[in-house]
C-alpha cells in the first residue's frame, strides 16, 4: 500500500488536477467525507488527510510515503529524511519580511519579526548578521504589526492585497515559493517502483500544464 498525504484546501484542489493526469485520484473528496483515509481509484494506493504544517512530519517519519507540501512549510520544517523530486508548481507564492513602508530596516534597534515561519526568519536575518526578536504566530500574522505586537512579519504573500488592505508593503524577498513533491528517504528504496512510476507520471502532468 502506498499513502499519500494531502492537505485540504488550495494544495489539495491544485494538486487533485496532476494526480487526475497522473491517473491517481481519492474516490472521496476530503470536503465531504470526515475520513482522514481517503481510498483511490488504485487498490495499493490510499490518501491520507494532513494538515499542511504536519505533511514533512508524517513523510519523515513514514506515516506517509510521499506528500504534497509546499515549499514554505518544507523550509520550516527543515526537509530531513525527505527527497524533493519535483516542483509541483502550483500555490506559487512568495516567502517575504513585510511591515509598515517607512520602517526603518537599518535600524540599530533590535526589530520584533512576527511569524509562523519562526526558523525561516531566524536564518533569513541571521544571514545578514540582524540581531532579530522572533514573535512566533500560527496565523494572521498581518494583524500584528498593527497593534503594535511587531515591527515586522514574515508570511507568504500571493497577490499582496491582505498587506494591502491592512496598510502594510512588502518589503524583502526571502524565497519562492510552490508546492512539492516529498518522498521518503526510506520509502524511495522500498517503494521503488510504485513511486518511481508516480514520479514520472506527475512529472509528465507538469510539464503538460505548465
Ligand atoms: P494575498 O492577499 O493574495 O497576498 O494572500 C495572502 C494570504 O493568503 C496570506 O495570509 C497567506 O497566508 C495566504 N496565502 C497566499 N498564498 C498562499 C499559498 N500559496 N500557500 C499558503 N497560503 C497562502
Not at 485520484?25 to 483511490?40: F, G, M
Not at 490518501?47 to 514533512?56: G, I, K, N, Q, T
Not at 523530486?85 to 512568495?94: G, M, R
Not at 533590535?110 to 509562523?116: G, Q
Request: with cysteine.
Amino acid at each position: 500500500m502506498l499513502n499519500i498525504a494531502l492537505s485540504k484546501g488550495r494544495i489539495f484542489d491544485e494538486t487533485l488536477p496532476l494526480f487526475e493526469a497522473a491517473g491517481v485520484v481519492p474516490t472521496e473528496h476530503p470536503d465531504k467525507s470526515r475520513k482522514l483515509i481517503l481510498p483511490a481509484n488504485l487498490p495499493d494506493v490510499q490518501f491520507l488527510v494532513v494538515r499542511a504544517s504536519d505533511v514533512p512530519t508524517y513523510v519523515q517519519h513514514g506515516g506517509a510515503h510521499v506528500g504534497v507540501v509546499g515549499k514554505d512549510v518544507l523550509m520550516e520544517h527543515g526537509g530531513e529524511g525527505l527527497l524533493e523530486p519535483i516542483d509541483l508548481n502550483i500555490a506559487c507564492c512568495k516567502l517575504m519580511v513585510a511591515g509598515y513602508p517607512d520602517t526603518n530596516l537599518d535600524s540599530t534597534q533590535r526589530l520584533r519579526v512576527a511569524t509562523k515561519y519562526s526558523n525561516c526568519a531566524r536564518a533569513h536575518f541571521a544571514a545578514q548578521a540582524r540581531q532579530v526578536e522572533i514573535i512566533k504566530l500560527y496565523g494572521s500574522m498581518e494583524l500584528a504589526p498593527l497593534v503594535k505586537l511587531c515591527d515586522l512579519i514574515v508570511d507568504v504573500v500571493d497577490t499582496g492585497a491582505t498587506l494591502k488592505a491592512n496598510g502594510l508593503v512588502p518589503l524583502e524577498h526571502i524565497a519562492d515559493i510552490s508546492s512539492r513533491l516529498v518522498v521518503n528517504r526510506v520509502a524511495m528504496k522500498t517503494h521503488s517502483h510504485q513511486i518511481g512510476a508516480l514520479i514520472d507520471q506527475l512529472n509528465a502532468a507538469v510539464k503538460m500544464s505548465g
